[in-house]
T-cell receptor, first 117, second 113 residues
Framework: AQKVTQAQTEISVVEKEDVTLDCVYE???????LFWYKQPPSGELVFLIR??????QNEISGRYSWNFQKSTSSFNFTITASQVVDSAVYFC??????????????FGPGTRLSVLP | DTGVSQDPRHKITKRGQNVTFRCDPI?????LYWYRQTLGQGPEFLTY????????KSRLLSDRFSAERPKGSFSTLEIQRTEQGDSAMYLC???????????FGPGTRLTVT
C-alpha cells in the first residue's frame, strides 16, 4: 500500500533562513506522481508542485525548490530565504491510481512550519 | 476562473441529526473527490466521481455516508445520524482528465455536539 512519511512534525526558523521539509514515500507502482500542497492558517490547500516518477530533474520556482530522488524514495522541499508568509502546514502527497483512471491522493501527516520575524 | 467552492463553510449539529454539504467543482473538471481531514492530520480519501458516476469509495465511508453528483456538475455529501466522531473538515477537490493535480475547496467544518 502507498504511504507517505513526513518525519518533521513541526519546524521553526527565523526569517531569511533556509529550510528543508522532508518527504519519504512508499509505492509499488512504477508510474506515480508526487505533490506538495500548502495549507495556510486560512485552511485552504494550495497546490505547489507535481512531479511524475519518470522525471527526476530538480525544479526551482522562485524561493522554492524540490529535490526528487527515486533511489531513496524522497521528494524534499526547500524554501530559501524564508518569510513569515511561508508559515503554514505543508503536505506531501502521492497519487494512487484508482480503477477507472481516477487519482486518489495519499497524504503525509504534514509538517507545520513557523517562520518567526 | 473560479475555484472549487463548498457550502456551508461551517456546520454545527447535534448528534443524531442529518447534514448535507455541497461542492461546486471548477467548471471544466469532470473528476470530483471528497476527503476528510481531522486536526493535525492529512486529508483522507472518501470517494471519487468521474462525471456523474461514483467510481470509488473508501472503507472510511460508512453506510451513514452517501454522496451524489447528479448531472456531473455539483456534488453533495450527506451524513445521516451524525456521531461525534464525524466532526472534521470535509474537503472537496476537482481535477481534469489531463492534469493529475487536484484543486481543493475551502472545506466544510463539521462539529457534532
Amino acid at each position: 500500500a502507498q504511504k507517505v512519511t513526513q518525519a518533521q512534525t513541526e519546524i521553526s526558523v527565523v526569517e531569511k533562513e533556509d529550510v528543508t521539509l522532508d518527504c519519504v514515500y512508499e509505492t509499488r507502482d512504477t508510474t506515480y506522481y508526487l505533490f506538495w500542497y500548502k495549507q495556510p492558517p486560512s485552511g485552504e490547500l494550495v497546490f505547489l508542485i507535481r512531479r511524475n516518477s519518470f522525471d527526476e530533474q530538480n525544479e526551482i520556482s522562485g524561493r522554492y525548490s524540490w529535490n526528487f530522488q527515486k533511489s531513496t524514495s524522497s521528494f524534499n522541499f526547500t524554501i530559501t530565504a524564508s518569510q513569515v508568509v511561508d508559515s503554514a502546514v505543508y503536505f506531501c502527497a502521492l497519487s494512487e491510481a484508482l480503477d477507472n483512471y481516477g487519482q486518489n491522493f495519499v497524504f503525509g501527516p504534514g509538517t507545520r512550519l513557523s517562520v518567526l520575524p | 476562473d473560479t475555484g472549487v467552492s463548498q457550502d456551508p463553510r461551517h456546520k454545527i449539529t447535534k448528534r443524531g441529526q442529518n447534514v448535507t454539504f455541497r461542492c461546486d467543482p471548477i467548471s471544466e473538471h469532470n473528476r470530483l473527490y471528497w476527503y476528510r481531514q481531522t486536526l493535525g492530520q492529512g486529508p483522507e480519501f472518501l470517494t471519487y466521481f468521474q462525471n456523474e458516476a461514483q467510481l470509488e469509495k473508501s472503507r472510511l465511508l460508512s453506510d451513514r455516508f452517501s454522496a451524489e453528483r447528479p448531472k456531473g456538475s455539483f456534488s453533495t455529501l450527506e451524513i445521516q445520524r451524525t456521531e461525534q466522531g464525524d466532526s472534521a473538515m470535509y474537503l472537496c477537490a476537482s481535477s481534469s482528465n489531463i492534469a493529475y493535480e487536484q484543486y481543493f475547496g475551502p472545506g466544510t467544518r463539521l462539529t457534532v455536539t
